[in-house]
């Protein structure tokens, strides 16, 4: 967008003061609904260009809001550059984690040819005495316990997204405009995206381009 459209923005009617730790989604959220806007509508606007799904820009939504950037920036959660790291060092190699099975042979074999006790055992290896204990009587080690699922930002709306691909309305972009506005959720679009894919892959409506319907972010008459 070029500095005279930047100049052309004005601050919305109704403005809405942020909350401290406040993500910006949901004070675009709160400022859309207090203006009698749609959230996406909004969002998209802010990403001031043809990115409907992109990140906000900090100064537009400042001028909407007739609030410096350094105060957004204090005060939203996620408004705030992220932090440079410093480049780790090379880290040590981990060590290398004895397989179960080995160490119950090992186990054995030291009992056997070294006539050790349970305790000297329990010493040498590192392990409790009931690790010993099954090596010893010739125990097969337990299989490992799957890691449980990581929770993802789909989990809460999951059932939302369903029912919405069930209905012939599964394209990403509607999905994440229909979150947004109808169910105060934001999810970012490749999240989104990503799901769709893997749960429909033959799907034919899996498109990124805007809705026909919709006004493009980039062309705001009743912003600009």
């Known amino acids: 967008m070029t500095e005279a459209q930047e100049q052309r923005l004005h601050r919305l009617p109704v403005q809405v003061r942020p909350r401290s730790g406040e993500p910006t989604d949901s004070y675009i959220r709160r400022l859309a609904h207090a203006n009698h806007l749609k959230p996406s509508y909004l969002h998209g606007f802010l990403t001031g260009s043809p990115n409907w799904f992109g990140k906000p820009r ?9 609030r410096p950037p350094e105060l957004l920036e204090r005060v939203l959660a996620d408004a705030s550059p992220p932090r440079r790291r410093r480049k780790p060092g090379p880290s040590p190699a981990p060590a290398k984690k004895t397989d179960k099975k080995e160490l119950y042979w090992r186990i054995r074999h030291d009992a056997e040819t070294e006539g050790l006790s349970t305790r000297a055992l329990v010493r040498r290896h590192n392990v409790t005495w009931r690790t010993v204990r099954a090596a010893l009587d010739g125990l097969e080690p337990r299989p490992r316990k799957p890691l449980p699922r990581r929770p993802t930002a789909i989990d809460p709306v999951q059932h939302l997204i369903d029912s919405m691909i069930e209905s012939g309305h599964g394209r990403p972009r509607d999905i994440w405009v229909k979150l947004m506005d109808e169910h105060e ?40």
């Open 58 to 66: 900090l100064e537009r939504l400042a001028v909407l809001v007739g």
């Open 185 to 224: 959720t934001s999810i970012s679009y490749g999240t989104i995206r990503l799901y769709v894919q893997n749960q429909v892959p033959q799907c034919p409506h899996c498109g990124s381009s805007l809705p026909t319907n919709q006004v493009h972010p980039g062309h705001a008459p009743a912003l600009d």
